[in-house]
């Protein structure tokens, strides 16, 4: 394995550079830590390049990563050298140089599906993937000016749920409703059906938006079922848009599960 | 009111620190912007101190503000002085200096009330608030070791929860137990009853804890109630905390409003 100790080294600056910017669409990303590098090892084969520690080639779970990957697309890095790409204080030792693969838009969306309404917050993003992929949720379409699915932040916050899902980065969302055969379902805070009053559909498309301005008129305007979360509106105006979520899939969930006691 | 220009001046250099760190107990907090200033104003009246960009006190809600709170207490800074002291990038103009009242701990509890168990996150702590005070809870205990209720992050995430919520901050936990005339509920991925199998108590204790390491042996040894959220576990290994305490105090108050139907 090729192993540089120079922070000019071409190689090293372009990861640096790549590990603070977020992935712009096919660009390639920069995966840290070791559970992240196994996941997309288990899901999708070797990465582009796998960058390591020199100093910790000898643990067993970044030896047993190192023997996974072709021995041509790897790098041993100096220890300091490593720590100036990992994302978090203490870096883990590994990270994998990858490019997420950019879906093709299904001509037909007919399976429970989550719509992302230019979501800004990376954490917001990241737990909004974590929470779908815990509700059985396959499939998500990002709209342009929702947060990088492969950042950083929002690979953190996500805790793996990126390997669970297929992830629609940079979608137009008013392009995708004519090929929705589910229905759009969003929340609203007036003109809506509380949740919990009667059925929600078994499959639709559930949509979530901005944390300020919520779904934008036109989607809300498309959207076949508006649900109001019954809060204490004299407590708090709204909800976090991870927390509505959060409700609205689970309620879901709570209805397919557990329907025939309703 | 006073109008100060010089970084230098004692006044302002001891705001710009308070500024940038957290609330220890009983310390003065600083609320930046026109929202927690309006909210401290109505729900505790006039704080330790506010202060104004010079520049925009003819703002009719920067103006109501300032006609709200006495003089003397009231300084003016350029807006570059002021600047420094946001915990946004852009400033509101408008900046209270308060002290958040430290509460007894009640002898005897017997309300719905949320645990917070060594929460780390200051956006998960700010959401969590903002959750709770949505699912119409009234008192929350956080335990030591729980991200700073009251410093700029949890506080701008918790949306004006702050003022709707009694908050105990530095809890111990442990010592609250006996206090408790409502069973102790906690979630958790083993030992517990599905959250939509049978019915849940019309008020309870819920203990959420730590992003990695969940609720406390010892509490939830001490709670009479275990639930877990069946979510899809082969594509994630939990949820956000922030998710999961969204999800099981809307059901709960799912089952207060529509419980009859269940």
Wanted: hydrophobic share 50%.
């Amino acid at each position: 394995m090729k192993h540089i100790s120079s922070r000019d080294n071409p190689a090293v600056k372009a990861l640096a550079k790549l590990a603070c910017t977020a992935g712009k669409r096919g660009a390639p990303v920069l995966l840290d830590g070791v559970h992240l590098c196994q996941a997309w090892l288990q899901h999708y084969g070797a990465p582009d390049q796998a960058i390591f520690d020199v100093e910790r080639l000898s643990q067993p779970d970044i030896a047993a990563l190192a023997a996974a990957v072709p021995e041509a697309s790897s790098l041993a890095l100096d220890a300091r050298l490593m720590q100036s790409l990992a994302s978090v204080e203490s870096g883990q030792g590994v990270a994998f140089l990858v490019t997420p693969q950019v879906l093709p838009v299904p001509p037909v969306v007919d399976e429970n599906c989550v719509l992302f309404d230019r979501i800004q917050d990376p954490g917001n993003v990241g737990t909004l993937l974590r929470t779908c992929a815990a509700a059985g949720i396959k499939r998500v379409f990002l709209a342009t000016g929702t947060a990088a699915a492969w950042s950083p932040k929002v690979l953190r916050s996500g805790q793996g749920a990126h390997f669970a899902l297929a992830i629609h980065e940079h979608a137009d969302l008013t392009a995708l409703l004519p090929r929705l055969q589910v229905p759009l379902v969003a929340t609203s805070l007036d003109g809506a059906r509380d949740l919990y009053e009667g059925r929600l559909p078994e499959r639709c498309a559930w949509v979530f938006g901005h944390e300020g301005q919520g779904v934008a008129a036109e989607l809300l305007a498309a959207a076949k079922l508006k649900v109001l979360i019954p809060h204490d509106a004299v407590a708090v105006e709204s909800l976090n848009v991870g927390a509505a979520a959060a409700i609205c899939l689970f309620e879901q969930r709570r209805q397919a599960l557990h329907g025939s006691r309703r």
